[in-house]
């Protein structure tokens, strides 16, 4: 159920516990009023919960923590009060939890420790007090601190002479790619971006978990580089096109869940709509638990408030570009959505877009082979004939593929959706 981004005031009717099979409930973006009904814990099988950015009022119930298969739960930016409920340790498939920008109140409660999948957990913006809990998966978490307006943030400074200290000089040996994932990404003299220092300010006011977080930056007038998280398990395009990596299914599709929600969280959850531009396999990065991170904004847009598009001559990767961003240098959110297809083809078929003739593309050459021959196109080393689960595997990757065969990419908030209900058939293989 995907009602965001509307003007919808009423209060939430307790027969939408009535909805047990329901699995994405996404309310965010309304006006909606009252409280939040017990009968919600009624929802077992949802995995997704996004009611932010509304009025809701008073306190989170205690029947929230029934539902042990949600995975991602917003309930940020309302007015909700009282404290953390106790029960929501019982949340074991827990692992997104935003509760900022309220009036909750009392301490983190203990009992948290024991949602040992949570990895995002921001309870900033409240009236919480006490001892910051560190047990379970609090020991390698940072939970976010109190907020400040962008314009307040002290950025921290790094000298160009650190960098080359902590570099040994920008050292060949410490180099870890060109364009591919750096802890500090040096520009070169023909690649410093106009207005260095503003688009940096842009890229560390993006916040979210699947977002590749920008430190800070280093510049003066020969020198610029940005200071980036460092992520371990490099990109996603070793993965694919290396002998010695491997990713199954599973990964492969909750790697491609990560980057839809960062382009979510870009296109309809920044006040203004932020466009990538360069969606591909070497801008997503793999963090120490193979959660994805989307980065390389070098070309990114922003559309004003009027704007549905833009015109630009910077241009992405050939053969990732929307045909109008390739023929125009029209831009929009569904240019970011069209090469999300391609790279969603990609990750399942292992087969690079460029490798096809002009005549020919990636899509069209999958397409011949769905829904009846997806062994065909599908990466050879996915599912083997031996895999007891062989037949169920192949069927969700035909509907994995047929998300951007049958024109299902609209936009990021129904991919999402449509994505992370495959994901619980594959947990049933």
Known sequence: MHLSSNKLSSIIQPSLGNLEDLVVLDLSSNNMVGSLPPEIGNLKVVTLIDLSVNQFSNEIPREIGGLQN?????LRHKKLQGAIPDSM???????????????????????LEKLQNLKYFNVSVNKLYGVIISGGPFKNLSILPQAEPLSTVRRERISYNELPQATDGLRESNLIGFGSFVCVKAFSAVELPLHFDTECEVQRSLRHRNLLKVITSCSNLDFKALVLQYMPNGSLEKYLYSHNYFLDIRQR???MIDVACALKNLHHGCSSPVIHCDLKPSNVFLDEDMVSHLRDFGISKLLGEDQGDLYTKTLATFGYIAPEYGQDGLVSTKCDVYSYGVMLLETFTRRKPSEFEEDLSLKQWASYSLPDAVIDVADTNLVPPTDNHVMKKLDCVASIMNVELDCLLTNMKDVVGILQMIRIQLLAC
């Open 70 to 74: 949600l995975a991602n739960l917003s």
């Open 89 to 111: 340790s019982n949340m074991v498939g827990l692992e997104f939890l935003d509760l900022s920008h309220n009036n909750i109140s009392g301490i983190i409660p203990k009992s």
């Open 253 to 255: 599709l909750s790697i």
